[in-house]
C-alpha cells in the first residue's frame, strides 16, 4: 500500500495537533509506504506580518516576490518542516525532512508573471522518494520547488501533492485538513463524489478557496492514475486508520463514485 498524505498548514501550527498526526503517520508507516507533503501558509502569514510584510493572494495563490519566496524557504521548507520531522522521529518514524529541490524532485516553471515566484509543477523524479521509502525512511516534503536553471518557486501544497502522488503511484491521495470535508450548497457533508460532481461544486462557486484548490488537485490526481483521493478532518481521532480500515471519513472522491449522505 501506498499512501500519500497531505497535511495542511493549520494542522501543524498546534503542538497537539501535530503530535498526535505524528503519532498517526509513524504507527500507519510500519505497514504502509507514506510520503508526506506539507503545507505551512498560517505559519507562514504570522512570519510575514511579524516583519510588516503584506501577503497578497490571487484565486488562492500567494502572490511571491523575492521578500516573500526567502520567507518560504526558510519557514515552509525550515522551521515547519523540522518541526514535523522531529515530532515524526518522537513518535517512533524515521522521518527524512526534504523539498522539491532535493535531488530535482520537483521542478516547476513560473505559473504567472503578475504572481511572481509561484510555481507551477512541470515534473516529477519520484527517485528519492523510492530511495528514502526502500531504505525504511518516512519522506516529508516542503512544497518548494526548483527549475532546471535553480530559480525556486512557491508551489502550491495540494499541488505538489497531487503531482508527487501520480508520479509515486500512490494507491490512495489523503489530505488532512481543518474542515471535515467537501460540502454541498447547504453545508452539509459529501461523504461521496464523483469528478462530475466535483466539477459541478466548482462550477456552482459552492468550493471557493482552499477546498477549490484541493478538487482541483484532486480532479488531476484521480484524471493520471491515482485510483482515489479522501479529504476528512485532521484533527479527527484515529484518522489514517479508520480510513485503512474501510470506513467513511471525510469525502470520498473516484472516478466512479456517487455522492450519497
Do not use: W
Not at 507533503?37 to 502569514?45: A, D, E, N, P
Not at 527517485?127 to 527549475?147: K, R
Not at 503531482?163 to 461521496?192: H, S, Y
Request: proline residues 3%; glycine residues 12%; contains cysteine.
Amino acid at each position: 500500500m501506498k499512501l500519500l498524505v497531505k497535511l495542511g498548514g493549520t494542522l501543524l501550527d498546534a503542538d497537539s495537533t501535530r503530535e498526535a498526526l505524528a503519532r498517526q503517520i509513524a504507527a500507519v508507516s510500519r505497514a504502509a509506504q507514506i510520503v508526506v507533503v506539507h503545507g505551512g501558509g498560517q505559519q507562514l502569514t504570522r512570519y510575514l506580518t511579524e516583519r510588516g510584510i503584506e501577503s497578497r493572494f490571487v484565486n488562492g495563490l500567494r502572490v511571491t516576490s523575492p521578500a516573500i519566496l526567502d520567507a518560504v524557504v526558510k519557514v515552509v521548507a525550515g522551521s515547519v518542516n523540522r518541526q514535523l520531522v522531529a515530532a515524526l522521529n518522537r513518535a517512533g518514524g524515521h522521518g527524512v525532512g526534504i523539498s522539491g529541490i532535493d535531488a530535482g524532485l520537483v521542478e516547476a516553471e513560473q505559473m504567472d508573471p503578475a504572481l511572481g515566484s509561484v510555481g507551477l509543477v512541470t515534473r516529477v523524479a519520484p527517485a528519492l522518494l523510492d530511495t528514502l521509502l526502500a531504505g525504511g525512511f518516512l519522506p516529508v516534503v516542503a512544497c518548494v520547488a526548483a527549475d532546471r536553471e535553480g530559480r525556486f518557486y512557491n508551489v502550491n501544497a495540494d499541488q505538489m501533492a497531487a503531482a508527487c502522488a501520480v508520479a509515486f503511484g500512490a494507491d490512495q491521495l489523503i489530505f488532512l485538513t481543518d474542515v471535515a470535508g467537501v460540502l454541498d450548497a447547504g453545508k452539509a457533508l459529501l461523504p461521496r463524489l464523483s469528478m462530475a460532481q466535483s466539477e459541478s461544486l466548482i462550477a456552482a462557486g459552492v468550493a471557493t478557496g482552499g477546498m477549490l484548490a484541493k478538487l482541483n488537485a484532486a480532479a488531476g490526481a484521480l484524471g493520471q492514475g491515482v485510483p482515489q483521493v479522501r479529504i476528512c478532518a485532521g484533527a479527527a481521532d484515529g484518522v489514517l486508520a479508520r480510513i485503512l480500515a474501510g470506513e467513511e471519513a471525510g469525502t470520498r472522491l473516484a472516478p466512479e463514485e456517487v455522492c450519497a449522505r
